[in-house]
């Protein structure tokens, strides 16, 4: 009876375990797309807004340069700012998603000391009990 009790001791407490990691894992997926929703809205309005500044700008500077020589020029260097502004965006967007943390890290990190617990209970221990019960 002693070892069926305690084999239901050992499934209750890796379930105990997994549910825990479960719920852990529910709350990180929540915040995540908390996250990842209110960045995109962001992100949406931000880019609304300053192609509108741009496109009002660029009108602004054309209207200026119109009447001279130098109009396709001012409308050049007009492109290659925002060519430039455009690269130097996408490089900070693409290190900002190379460079974040996983998502569900804190979750992984659970689960891996979970794995090094269980590791370190398989291993045999260093007394050897068999000399005391033969000796």
Known sequence: MALRHSVGDIVTTVLSMARTRLELFTLEATQEKSRLL??????FGALLFAT????VFSVA???YFWPTEERYLAMGVLALIYAVIGAGLFIAVWR???DSPPPFSATLDELKR???LANRLREPDN?????GIHG
Do not use: F, Y
């Not at 209110?38 to 992100?43: E, G, I, K, Y």
């Not at 509108?52 to 496109?55: D, I, K, N, V």
């Open 38 to 43: 209110r960045v995109l809205c962001m992100a």
């Open 114 to 116: 979970d794995i090094a």
């Open 61 to 63: 500077v054309t209207l």
């Open 52 to 55: 509108l500044a741009l496109l």
């Open 96 to 98: 900002g998603v190379v």
């Open 127 to 131: 007394v050897d009990d068999t000399e």
